[in-house]
């Protein structure tokens, strides 16, 4: 992006130096060509600057993922309920709205709870934690751990096809959606066999 922007201005600006010999010279196809093509590079050019603002915005921002309320469904779910199991086709992610939930079998490729650091007993998943998403960039789109329910709650189903919409079409999100899922990975490599959630993010 920091050389796409750089490539467009001098895109332009030899438009604006071929579209003003074009002029001198009366080269009236010249000139019409160069004056489609300056409006449509100063678009993109608009477009991408405003991409590198929302992407460094979203950067500094924090991980909250309320704003996805509008686009899923909330669904009460009882103590003991498993939402899905490690190895089911996946299509959507949680927001966790209330309630308690854990993380068990959790396990990328050949890794598992005891190689990640998280112990058998699996990692507690709080209100405001999202959840869900690894099933979606996963080989297959399988789920990657089951999701148990330990205490009645509510949790936001977003289907992954909205949440891909939102990707491609939001740069904010597809930032913090990148930023949460490799930060919940690293954070779980390094915690303890204690480890918790933080509200706000988690990944599975």
Do not use: H
Request: charged share 20%.
């Amino acid at each position: 992006m920091s050389t796409m922007i750089p490539l467009r201005v001098v895109s332009i600006l030899a438009s604006v130096a071929v579209m003003t010999y074009g002029l001198l010279t009366g080269s009236m196809p010249v000139v019409l060509t160069e004056a489609i093509q300056i409006p449509f590079n100063a678009w993109r050019l608009y477009q991408m600057v405003r991409l590198v603002r929302d992407v460094e915005r979203a950067a500094e921002g924090d991980l909250s993922f309320d704003w996805l309320r509008p686009f899923g469904e909330s669904r009460r779910i009882a103590a003991g309920e498993v939402l899905f199991r490690k190895g089911e086709p996946a299509d959507e992610m949680f927001l966790i709205e209330s309630g308690r939930f854990r993380i068990e079998e959790l396990g990328l490729g050949e890794r598992g709870l005891g190689e990640l650091g998280l112990g058998k007993q699996g990692l507690e998943i709080r209100p405001g934690a999202v959840v869900g998403e690894l099933g979606m960039l996963s080989p297959g789109n399988l789920r990657t751990g089951t999701l148990v329910c330990i205490e009645p709650g509510i949790a936001l189903g977003v289907a992954y096809a909205d949440v891909k919409q939102l990707y491609y079409q939001n740069p904010e999100f597809g930032f913090a959606f990148l930023k949460l899922t490799s930060e919940r990975l690293f954070q779980g490599a390094q915690a303890g066999p204690a480890a918790r959630a933080p509200a706000g993010t988690e990944v599975i």
